[in-house]
Antibody
Framework: QVQMVESGGGVVQPGGSLRLSCVTSGFNFSAYGMHWVRQAPGKGLEWESYIGRDGTNRYYVDSAKGRFTISRDNSKNTVFLQMNSLRTDDTAVYYC??????WGQGTLVTVSS | DIQLTQSPSSLSASVGDTVTITCRASQGISDFLAWFQQQPGKAPKSLIYAASSLHSGVPSKFSGSGSGTYFTLTIRRLQPEDFATYYCQQYDSFPITFGQGTRLDLK
């Protein structure tokens, strides 16, 4: 069955960095573009970033440009999100998603001094 | 950026009812629209892609329609597990955007 497990979340001070990972199994990872989507406490879903199947095409929401970097390792069925210069308004649950099909359970990022 | 506006923002219904949620796009997106369900404290679940195609394992009580700028999600014969928040998402162009969500509550 499909499994997608995010990790790497935690508490970080403003200006700090985190690297999120999403390890997947149960589907053909290299056939899917991958997304990171976040959800601030009590708020709706907000798309953050996308990476194409071979890693060539990458897109970001404006607020993430220059701070976040998405990458993937198809040999390990894993997608990453490197987050630098974190701000308090980056506090959210971060989900990875495979296309419009599969979602992980999320990892909580809290940015606080 | 393409804006998606869902209506209503919240909706109360009873078990057995049929409800319809609408999603309007600020510009045409063909059929590049998906619908997701999110239970409280849980990850989103994919329901529909390409405006009207059901994901594997999603019951046929869920149906989607529309193209261009107007889309609907209809849920028939509501059951307790259907009371959740529903989001539409456009993937016609980047940045990908979501509607603000529709919360479906038990009346």
């Amino acid at each position: 069955q499909v499994q997608m497990v995010e990790s790497g979340g935690g508490v970080v001070q403003p200006g700090g960095s985190l690297r999120l990972s999403c390890v997947t199994s149960g589907f053909n990872f290299s056939a899917y573009g991958m997304h990171w989507v976040r959800q601030a406490p009590g708020k709706g879903l907000e798309w953050e970033s996308y990476i194409g199947r071979d890693g060539t095409n990458r897109y970001y929401v404006d607020s993430a440009k220059g701070r976040f970097t998405i990458s993937r390792d198809n040999s390990k069925n894993t997608v990453f999100l490197q987050m630098n210069s974190l701000r308090t308004d980056d506090t959210a649950v971060y989900y990875c998603a495979a296309g419009a099909s599969y979602w992980g359970q999320g990892t909580l990022v809290t940015v606080s001094s | 950026d393409i804006q998606l506006t869902q209506s209503p923002s919240s909706l109360s219904a009873s078990v057995g009812d049929t409800v319809t949620i609408t999603c309007r796009a600020s510009q045409g997106i063909s059929d590049f629209l998906a619908w997701f369900q999110q239970q409280p404290g849980k990850a989103p679940k994919s329901l529909i892609y390409a405006a009207s195609s059901l994901h594997s394992g999603v019951p046929s009580k869920f149906s989607g329609s529309g193209s261009g700028t107007y889309f609907t999600l209809t849920i028939r014969r509501l059951q307790p597990e259907d009371f959740a928040t529903y989001y539409c998402q456009q993937y016609d162009s980047f940045p990908i955007t979501f509607g603000q969500g529709t919360r479906l509550d038990l009346k």
